[in-house]
Nanobody
Framework: QVQVVESGGGLVQAGGSLRLSCAASGRRDAMGWFRQASEKEREFVAAISWNGGNTYYEDAVQGRFTISRDNAKNTVYLQMNSLKPEDTAVYYC????????????????????WGQGTQVTVSS
C-alpha cells in the first residue's frame, strides 16, 4: 500500500493563499486532490498525470488553483489562490495507479490510496 501524507492546511482570510503538499511514497502515478466540506460528499478538485503533462480542474477552482508535481521528491502540490469561504473543507490527496483518463480521474472510485486529509478554513 502506498503511504500518502498531506500537509499545508490552515486558516486563511478570504482572498488569501495556501499551498498544500502531498507526499506519496515511491510512486509516480496520476494523483488527485479532493475535498469534503461538512455534511457534504467528497468532491473532485484537481488531478495531474504521472509526468505532470496533463492537469484537470473542477470548474469552481479553475484559474485559482494550480496542481503541480516534483517527481524527484514524490510530491504533488496544490497552490490555492483567491480563496473563498466556500473552499473550506478537508482536502485529501489520492493516488490512482491504473487510471490515466482525465474524465475518470475526477471520480473518487479511480483512486486506491488516500491520505488522512488536511483542514483548510477560509474566513470571510
Amino acid at each position: 500500500q502506498v503511504q500518502v501524507v498531506e500537509s499545508g492546511g490552515g486558516l486563511v482570510q478570504a482572498g488569501g493563499s495556501l499551498r498544500l503538499s502531498c507526499a506519496a511514497s515511491g510512486r509516480r502515478d496520476a494523483m488527485g486532490w479532493f475535498r469534503q466540506a461538512s455534511e457534504k460528499e467528497r468532491e473532485f478538485v484537481a488531478a495531474i498525470s504521472w509526468n505532470g503533462g496533463n492537469t484537470y480542474y473542477e470548474d469552481a477552482v479553475q484559474g485559482r488553483f494550480t496542481i503541480s508535481r516534483d517527481n524527484a521528491k514524490n510530491t504533488v502540490y496544490l497552490q490555492m489562490n483567491s480563496l473563498k469561504p466556500e473552499d473550506t473543507a478537508v482536502y485529501y490527496c489520492a493516488v490512482s495507479r491504473l487510471v490515466a483518463d482525465g474524465y475518470q480521474l475526477q471520480h473518487v472510485s479511480s483512486y486506491e490510496d488516500w491520505g488522512q486529509g488536511t483542514q483548510v478554513t477560509v474566513s470571510s
